[in-house]
Every structure is written in structure tokens, then in C-alpha cells.
């Protein structure tokens, strides 16, 4: 009989040897209790946590909670079913005309998650005629609907906006086009120069979607994300988000312009045949992006908090994902998986919780400790993670 686990076998035993040195599993932490957006108790130890994407710290809002909580009470506790049969409440409304004040858009469609907002809109608009110029280092959402919808798929080297432009260059004549994009990196934290490849994008006659899951909330002067701080955000054609980051909770979203949009909303399989968003998601979701349009302090504390730990990582000697802090993500370049587990289980047993990041969702075989930002991280807080990377780093022996 075939056994079509056989194919895991390596990654079985690349799991058990890393395991049998006695190492606790980076793959299966549990948190025991959430305190906050910044800490909960891991292990039965106050953690600090700078492995969420938590940026703007609204988890525990308590206008967002109670928002939820209400409708709980009103609408209880799910849809039972599609947006276009019976998953449609005043709230999933709500959540859209949200999107469209906080992103300035004439339209906004709310999917299950980010990850069927990717899926569902890149497989719609392009199909098996058509050409997909993405960022190699995409992400595997992005990916995932080129295949579903079986473009023709275009890679280019990571932000090299002349690669970019090449290969529009090559595309046959007459084709319709997409530029897939992506903010901010999820990997390395770093930004994608879309000034320019917008421009080159446009000049080619290429439609353009940017994904903008890491920077909503922070970045731009009202949080709308690159493309907003980039100046190019009226060139855009569609921008992907979600709100399992900045805004708190679970679900996905498409904004646009485009005056053909609607139509999407009977023609996207991932839209069409998935339940919807239980109420309480959507009640929290609408008030948590209603209160990111006001929300310029928090930005300027979580830059000075990106700021002050990336300055204080490389004063220590860590080598990071990039050499200016661009993002609320500062990734941390580990030797290798064991190095980098060892230092994670130290950072964990001094009370810290990072990502341990490794491939196929790392660019070039890195392994990565990945620090994600909130905007509620205190400039104590950043000074015992900043203590806890020195004892940690030296007693692995990443730092001397
Ligand atoms: C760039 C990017 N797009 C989309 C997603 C998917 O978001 P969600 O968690 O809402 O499925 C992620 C999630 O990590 C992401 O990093």
C-alpha cells in the first residue's frame, strides 16, 4: 500500500533529532494565560511577548471587547453561512464601510481570513491567460492563489525594481497583467521600494495588488500602510489586508477604486463558498479600525520602540534583517536551525517569546528569531528584552 506521508519522512526526522537533544518544541508553545497585548504566562512564567503581530496593541482594547461582546449578545455566536446566502449581518456592512473611510476607497470586501483574501482575489482576476509578476520572497498566500488561478507566474529578485521591470518588458504584447506587492516583509521587516516599481508597474500597463498585512495601522500618516507613506496609494489598484495583525482579530479584506469591483463578490470562490465572519469578529474589527484612524501617537511610540531595539541589537552584535529598522519587525539572522533554537529556548527561559522562523517561510535558507513590535511596549519592557537578548545570546554563544 502507498503511503502518502512518506514524503514527510525528512522533515519527521529533521524534527526528532532537533527534539532528542532535548530541546522544548518552537513549533508548539502554549500560551496558559494572555495578560495583555505585551505579556502572558508561558510555562507558568511571565513572558514578554515580541512574537505577535500585535502592532498596534488592540487586543485588549476595552472598546474593541466590548464592541464583541455586544454582539455576542445580539447576533450570537456565528452566521452559519456564506456572505451571499445567509452570512451577510449589519456588521459585516459595518466592517466595510470601516475599510473605506479608514483606506479613502470606494470599495471593500471582508474575507474569512487575509490568507483567503489573497487567495480569492489573485486567482479571480487572473487567470490561465494571464501574467503574474510577483516578489520571489512572497508570501505563500500570494502564491497560493497564482496557482489557484493558474496565471502565468513571473518571479523577480526581492525589491529589485529593475528585475521588476524586465520582466514586464517580456511579456507578450496584448496581455493582461498583474504586479503582485508586498508593504512591508514579513521575514526580514523590510520595505518594498514601491514608488518606483508602482511606477514601472504603471508605465508597463500592468495592473497593480499590494499586500499590506504588516504595515496597516503603523505605517503611513494614517496607518494605511507603504503605499500611503510612498505617495503612490491613488496608483494602486487593490490593496489586501487583514485583521489578524493591527487590527486584533481574524479576517482579511480587499480595498479598491476599480468600478467593477462589486462584481467580485459573485465570483470569487473563496468569498463565495466559505462561512462568514462570526459577528463578534466583525463588531471587534470595525471598532478596532475605526480607532487605528486616531491613532498617531501609538505610531510614533512603536517607530521610537523599533528604533530603540534594533539600535540596541546591533550593539550587541546580532546581525539583522536589515540595516535601518523599517518596520515594527526586526529579524535577528541565526547561524543555523540548531543555533537559532538553542537561543530561542534561551530567550524563552529568561521570559521572552520571539518567532523562530525557518525555511520554506524564510528567503534564502535563513533561520530567523523574528521580533515583532506593539505600540504597547513600554521603554522599560524594550529594556529587559534588550537584557534578555544579551544573557541569552551569550550563554548560546551567538554573541561574545
Ligand atoms: C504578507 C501576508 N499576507 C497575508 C497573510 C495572511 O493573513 P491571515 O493571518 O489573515 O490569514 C499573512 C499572514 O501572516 C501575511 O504575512
Known amino acids: 500500500m502507498s503511503d502518502l506521508f512518506s514524503k514527510f519522512d525528512p522533515l519527521i526526522q529533521q524534527r526528532d533529532e532537533l527534539l532528542a537533544t532535548g530541546l522544548t518544541d518552537p513549533f508548539n508553545l502554549v500560551m496558559e494565560k494572555v495578560e495583555s497585548p505585551t505579556v502572558a504566562i508561558c510555562n507558568g512564567k511571565r513572558t514578554i511577548l515580541l512574537g505577535t503581530y500585535n502592532y498596534m496593541g488592540m487586543t485588549f482594547d476595552p472598546d474593541v471587547i466590548a464592541a464583541g461582546k455586544q454582539a455576542l449578545d445580539d447576533f450570537g455566536s456565528g452566521t452559519t453561512g456564506s456572505r451571499v446566502l445567509n452570512g451577510t449581518y449589519g456588521g459585516h456592512k459595518a466592517v466595510e464601510e470601516a475599510l473605506k473611510d479608514f483606506y479613502a476607497m470606494d470599495h471593500a470586501m471582508v474575507f474569512s481570513t487575509g490568507y483567503q483574501a489573497n487567495l480569492g482575489v489573485i486567482s479571480t482576476i487572473a487567470g490561465k491567460d494571464d501574467y503574474i509578476v510577483l516578489d520571489i520572497d512572497s508570501h505563500a498566500s500570494i502564491y ?32 493582461d497583467k498583474l504586479v503582485v506587492l508586498e508593504g512591508v516583509y514579513s521575514m526580514l521587516g523590510d520595505v518594498a521600494p514601491l514608488k518606483e516599481m508602482v511606477a514601472v508597474s504603471k508605465a508597463n500597463g500592468a495592473m497593480v495588488l499590494i499586500d499590506e498585512a504588516h504595515s496597516m495601522g503603523f505605517i503611513g500618516e494614517n496607518g494605511r500602510g507603504v503605499a500611503e507613506a510612498q505617495g503612490v496609494i491613488d496608483d494602486v489598484d487593490f490593496i489586501i489586508g487583514t485583521f489578524s495583525k493591527s487590527v486584533g482579530t481574524v479576517g482579511g479584506f480587499c480595498v479598491s477604486n476599480h468600478p467593477k469591483f462589486e462584481i467580485l463578490r459573485l465570483v470569487c470562490r473563496p468569498y463565495v463558498f466559505t462561512a462568514s465572519l462570526p459577528p463578534s469578529v466583525v463588531a471587534t474589527a470595525a471598532t478596532s479600525i475605526r480607532k487605528l484612524m486616531d491613532s498617531a501617537d501609538k505610531r510614533a511610540h512603536l517607530w521610537e520602540n523599533s528604533k530603540r531595539l534594533h539600535a540596541g541589537l546591533c550593539q550587541l552584535g546580532f546581525e539583522l534583517g536589515s540595516k535601518e529598522p523599517q518596520s515594527a519587525i526586526i529579524a535577528v539572522i541565526m547561524p543555523d536551525l540548531e543555533k537559532g533554537a538553542a537561543m530561542w529556548e534561551a530567550l524563552l527561559n529568561e521570559g521572552l517569546y520571539v518567532n523562530l522562523a525557518r525555511p520554506p517561510a524564510t528567503p534564502a535558507g535563513m533561520t530567523l528569531l523574528r521580533c515583532s513590535l506593539c505600540a504597547l511596549h513600554t521603554e522599560e519592557q524594550v529594556g529587559e528584552i534588550l537584557g534578555m537578548f544579551a544573557a541569552a545570546g551569550r550563554a548560546t554563544g551567538c554573541i561574545s
Open 144 to 175: 497560493d492563489g497564482c496557482a489557484l488561478g493558474n496565471a502565468q507566474i513571473i518571479p523577480f529578485r526581492h525589491n529589485d525594481v529593475e528585475a521588476l521591470e524586465k520582466r514586464l518588458k517580456r511579456i507578450p504584447e496584448g496581455a
